[in-house]
């Protein structure tokens, strides 16, 4: 028996030298000390020997299986070792090599100018607030001093939905939604940038555009504030040399009303062809919130006062980056997106 283990342990192991892949040895394991394996099945039979020779004969058995194992396993690493070589010489990365372009997305001129007035506002201190863009006639007209049959109604051609339900004309609904929301009826500082809607059927407008309102309630406010929110809000978005001047005019919701001209960007105020030769370009309604708002959205007129300003986005922002065709915001071309990336650093 000694010697069929000898014998076994001889084969075997020249076996496993020449073994020139990992599958090899692996079948060479199992040959030999698998389940039924050659050396297992000496093991097997050791039952019919004597006492004394099973001990002996185990302890042989075991030392060459230990021996086996070792070997195995040297050779396995051995394998492995060759195998991470070839892997790593195959699969070698130049760095050096030019990259595929990563083609990035880039800021919607508009969305640009709403996070910059809304950078803006916060810092002052106002909240920026959403409004439904399906909106209620009573919270669109009713409840900014504009009752059923009101003829003021007709300044905004709007698209209703069903008899008290219409895509908003402006976000000044959201002025009534606010003063309506604050519970305690404390102080007011907002604006909502938005989209707004209104049935327009000339080539110059676009049934769709986007507003920004602003909103202040508080104690003892008056027409300079106004004013002067107005010309930081201008000079920050169109430059520091811009002039503001009002003009009166009538907003059913603001008492006085204004109409608010900036200094054309373009000439200076010298007048040219954007301005049409006047030097002002029409760009914010804006005045004193009226009593009868207030009163009309729980606030008491004799106690706190307020002021009020909407702007349309699209043309100040088309003024902003000098955009001569409104119908670029609406197109998406990538090409015309592109040209905004550098400009805001
Ligand atoms: N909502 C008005 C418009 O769309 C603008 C405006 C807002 C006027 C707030 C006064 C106060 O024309």
Redesign the pocket.
């Known amino acids: 028996m000694e010697e069929q283990i000898k014998n076994i342990e001889e084969i075997s192991i020249k076996e496993i030298l020449n073994a020139s892949n990992e599958k090899e040895l692996n079948d060479i394991k199992v040959k030999y000390l698998g389940k039924k394996g050659e050396l297992t099945a000496v093991l097997r039979g050791m039952k019919d020997l004597s006492k004394e020779q099973r001990p002996i004969i185990g302890g042989i058995v075991n030392k060459v299986r230990d021996n086996l194992e070792n070997l195995i396993s040297k050779k396995g690493k051995e394998f492995a070792e060759l195998e991470l070589k070839r892997k790593l010489e195959e699969e070698k990365i130049d760095v050096t090599l030019p990259s595929n372009k990563f083609i990035r997305g880039s800021k919607h001129p508009l969305n640009r100018v709403i996070e910059e007035i809304e950078d803006l506002f916060v810092s002052m201190g106002y909240d920026v607030i959403d409004g439904p863009e399906l909106e209620t006639d009573e919270f669109c007209f009713e409840r900014l001093n504009l009752p059923k049959g009101h003829p003021a109604r007709d ?2 051609d709007s698209f209703y939905i069903t008899s008290e339900e219409l895509l908003r ?4 609904a959201v ?1 009534a939604r606010v003063m309506v929301a604050n519970q305690d009826k404390g102080p007011i500082r907002m604006i909502c940038p938005g989209k ?1 809607y209104r049935k327009e059927d000339d080539a110059t407008h676009s049934h769709q555009f986007n ?1 920004v ?3 202040v309630i508080d104690k003892d406010i008056t027409l300079a504030h106004l004013k002067g929110t107005l010309e930081v809000f201008m000079k920050k978005m169109l430059g520091e040399k811009t002039k503001l001047r009002f003009r009166p005019s009538y ?1 059913p ?2 008492e006085p ?2 109409e608010v001209d900036v200094s054309c960007f373009k000439c200076g105020g010298s007048g040219c062809n954007l301005c049409k030769q006047t030097g002002w370009i029409e760009l ?4 004193m919130v009226h009593p009868n708002v207030l009163k009309m959205n729980g606030y008491n007129p004799e106690e706190y006062g307020g002021f ?5 986005l699209d043309r100040l922002a088309m003024f902003k980056y000098g955009i001569t065709d409104m119908r670029y915001l609406y197109r998406n071309d990538v090409r015309f997106l592109k040209q905004f990336d550098q400009m805001d650093i």
């Open positions: 300044m905004q004309t402006q976000t000044s002025q707004t507003q309102e602003g909103l907003f919701f603001t009303s204004y914010l309604g804006a005045g009020a300003f909407g702007t349309g």
